[in-house]
Structure formats: structure tokens, C-alpha cells
């Protein structure tokens, strides 16, 4: 045997051809940045005043419907202030001698620290209301109407 008979490698055989079809191409070119911001903008101008002319159609309606309807006449009546409001809970729990603290109103209503700030804040500015703050012996914000 000579060398050149001992030495030949295996050869994989050729493949076959493909008998699918190229594909076209899946990315189509994509558009500026300027445009397509240019289109965002062009959305949320339309889809802006869509929203604005529905809401006119409804307060428009609403006032139609509005002076003889039974619901204008619903909401005059809930105008008048509940008994068991959370607002006359909380202003209630000031007119107290001793007055009432924060964490009290807090578990009366269930509202939050900033919530009960707020509403403080908001009713002594809209009604007029004088309404006294201080600490007691133990360091707890205390709130009650002045006098």
C-alpha cells in the first residue's frame, strides 16, 4: 500500500440545493426622527381637541337637560351638608373644648396625615374658619376652633 491510498479522508457529500424561495426583506426603511415626531405631535393635537369638543357636547347637554330635570333637583338637594359627612366628622371632632388630634381625625375618617393637613388648611381658607394649633404634654399636634 502506498502512502497516497492510506491517507484519503472521508468527504462529506455536497448538499442539496434549498427549495425554499428568498424571503423579502422584513424591515422596511424607517422614517426620520423628525418626521415621525412630527406625526406624534399631529396625534395628540387631534386626539386633544376630540377630547375637548366631547366635553363641551356634555356640559352643553347637561345645562339643556339641567334647570327642569329630576337629577339638577338631586343635586340641589345634596348640596345641603350631610350629617355624617367625613367634613362634619372632622369639624365636629374641633369644636371638642379639648379640640382633637391628628392621629384621631386620622382613625375617625380614615384619611391620611397630609389629608387631614389639607382639609385644615382648605376649610379655615374657604369658610372662614379660625382654627387653633398647638402641641399638648405628650407632643401631639392638637386642632380645635377658635374661639
Not at 406625526?39 to 356634555?58: E, F, G, N
Not at 369639624?91 to 375618617?109: C, F, H, Q, S
Amino acid at each position: 500500500m502506498t502512502n497516497a491510498e492510506t491517507n484519503t479522508a472521508a468527504v462529506a457529500p455536497e448538499k442539496a440545493a434549498s427549495k425554499k424561495a428568498a424571503s423579502q426583506k422584513k424591515r422596511a426603511p424607517k422614517a426620520s426622527q423628525g418626521a415621525k415626531k412630527a406625526a406624534s405631535q399631529k396625534r395628540r393635537r387631534v386626539a386633544k381637541q376630540a377630547a375637548t369638543t366631547k366635553h363641551i357636547d356634555l356640559l352643553v347637554k347637561q345645562r339643556d337637560e339641567g334647570a327642569n330635570s329630576k337629577k339638577a333637583s338631586k343635586a340641589r338637594e345634596a348640596a345641603v351638608p350631610r350629617e355624617f359627612s367625613k367634613k362634619n366628622i372632622v369639624l365636629e371632632l374641633l369644636r371638642r373644648p379639648t379640640g382633637a388630634t391628628l392621629p384621631g381625625i386620622m382613625a375617625a375618617v380614615g384619611w391620611q396625615a397630609h389629608s387631614v393637613r389639607g382639609f385644615i388648611s382648605a376649610t379655615a381658607k374657604k369658610n372662614g374658619i379660625k382654627i387653633e394649633s398647638s402641641k399638648n404634654e405628650a407632643g401631639e399636634r392638637v386642632y380645635k376652633l377658635a374661639k
